[in-house]
C-alpha cells in the first residue's frame, strides 16, 4: 500500500526559491510513483448536462455552452464558483461566491439570484418537488435547507424551510423522486425531504475499503454505492434492503455519476514504481458492461506546484440524464463525448 493524498489536503504555501534540482527529481518521482490519490469526501460538482446544453464552472463564472459543438450561449459572474447542478425540466443552476445564477432550458441569459452561504463540504442539490426552489444541504449539522429562485438583491437570502436528516452520514445522494439516501450508523437512512424516514441495516462492507460515492438508479427504490477500491454495489430499499448485484471496476474511482441508463466514472491507477499514473473515463450499464471507455491526458506538475490540484483541477465528471453524453473536465477545459457512438463531441 503506497502512501497516500486527499483532494481535501490544504494547499500548501507557495516557496519563496525553486528546489534544488536533486530535491525536485526525488519529490517528482515519489509523487508520480509513490502518492495514491484518494478522491475527496465530498465530489465537486463544476460540470451539469441540462437539456441539449451543458453548465461549466470556470473560475469566478459559469459558461452555458450548447452539448453539441459546445459554442457558448452566455456567461454570468457569480464569483468564485462553488457548485453546479440541473433541475428536473433541464434548468441548470449555480452558486458562486457573489451570488446565484438560473438558467431555463431555452433561455440565452441567466437569471440572477442572491448570495446562499454555500461552506466547504455542502451539496447543492434541485428540488424535485417544486421547480421554483432549490436545496443545499450542510453535513456537520445534517440540514438540508429550501432556498427560492428570486429576484437578485445585495443580501444573502434567508432560508425558507429546513429538514433534519437525523442520522446520515457522507456519501450521500439524491434518488430520482428527491429523496436523500446516506450512509448510517448500521446500513443507510432514505428520507424524503417533505416526507418519511426509514433505516435499513447493512453489515457487507468492510472499513478497509469504504464506501466514497451513493448514485441513484433507473427505480425510485434503488441506488449504487461505489468503494474507495472500486467495487460497484447495486442496492434495493423495497421491503428491506437487499444486494442485487456488485461488480469490480478495473482501477480505483476519482469521481462517478448516473443517469437513468448508465454509470460513468473517472479512473486513476494505483501508484506503481515502474509505470506513470494513468487516467481514464469509463461508461458502464447497471450490470458493469463496458458501453465506453477513453483515455484522459493528465497534467503535468513541476515540483513548485500544488501537485494534488493541477492533476485534479480537469477531472469533474458529468452525465446527461437528456442524451447519451458524458462531460470531463474544468475551468481550463472540458471535454463530451456521445457514450452511445463511442465518439467525442468537442473539447473546448
Known amino acids: 500500500m503506497g502512501l497516500e493524498i486527499s483532494a481535501e489536503a490544504p494547499k500548501a504555501s507557495p516557496a519563496a526559491l525553486p528546489k534544488p534540482p536533486q530535491v525536485a527529481q526525488t519529490l517528482s518521482s515519489l509523487r508520480d510513483h509513490r502518492l495514491e490519490i484518494v478522491p475527496p469526501l465530498v465530489q465537486t460538482e ?15 463564472k459559469v459558461t452555458l455552452r450548447e452539448s453539441e459543438h459546445g459554442q457558448v450561449i452566455t ?4 464569483g468564485s464558483v462553488r457548485a453546479v447542478a440541473h433541475g428536473p425540466l433541464g434548468a441548470l443552476f449555480a452558486l458562486g461566491a457573489s451570488g446565484g445564477a438560473l438558467l431555463e432550458p431555452r433561455a440565452k441569459t441567466a437569471t440572477r439570484f442572491p448570495r446562499v452561504p454555500f461552506l466547504p463540504g455542502s451539496r447543492l442539490l434541485a428540488d ?37 436528516l ?10 430520482r423522486d428527491g429523496a436523500i439516501v446516506c450512509r448510517s450508523a ?23 475499503d469504504p464506501l466514497i460515492r451513493l448514485l441513484p438508479g433507473m427505480r425510485l427504490d434503488e441506488f449504487f ?11 434495493r430499499l423495497a421491503g428491506g434492503l437487499s444486494l442485487l448485484a456488485r461488480f469490480r471496476l478495473a482501477a480505483p474511482p476519482y469521481a462517478a455519476a ?28 447497471f450490470d458493469g458492461h463496458v458501453r465506453f471507455q477513453a483515455e484522459l491526458s493528465g497534467a503535468v506538475a513541476s515540483a513548485e506546484d500544488d501537485w494534488l490540484a493541477t492533476l485534479v483541477e480537469d477531472k469533474n465528471l458529468a452525465i446527461s440524464t ?8 474544468g475551468s481550463r477545459r472540458v471535454t463530451v463525448w456521445d457514450y452511445a457512438r463511442a465518439s467525442e463531441r468537442f473539447t473546448r
Request: net charge negative.
Open 322 to 329: 437528456f442524451e447519451p453524453l458524458i462531460a470531463v473536465g
Open 46 to 60: 463544476l460540470l451539469s448536462f441540462g437539456a441539449q446544453r451543458l453548465l461549466q464552472a470556470s473560475g469566478d
Open 128 to 164: 424535485l418537488e417544486s421547480s421554483s426552489h432549490f436545496f443545499v444541504y450542510y453535513p456537520d449539522v445534517s440540514q438540508l435547507y429550501s432556498y427560492p429562485f428570486v429576484a437578485e438583491t445585495n443580501a444573502v437570502w434567508p432560508i425558507e424551510a429546513s429538514f433534519h
Open 225 to 235: 454505492g461505489v468503494t474507495r477500491a472500486g467495487e460497484v454495489l447495486h442496492l
Open 258 to 285: 448516473a443517469n437513468t441508463e448508465a454509470l460513468a466514472f473517472v479512473l486513476v491507477s494505483d501508484p506503481r514504481p515502474d509505470q506513470t499514473r494513468s487516467w481514464s473515463v469509463l461508461v458502464t450499464d
Open 166 to 175: 437525523e442520522g446520515c452520514n457522507e456519501p450521500l445522494a439524491q434518488l
Open 75 to 78: 456567461e454570468a459572474s457569480i
Open 186 to 208: 448500521n446500513g443507510f437512512v432514505r428520507q424524503a425531504p417533505r416526507g418519511s424516514r426509514a433505516e435499513f441495516e447493512y453489515k457487507g462492507l468492510s472499513d478497509d
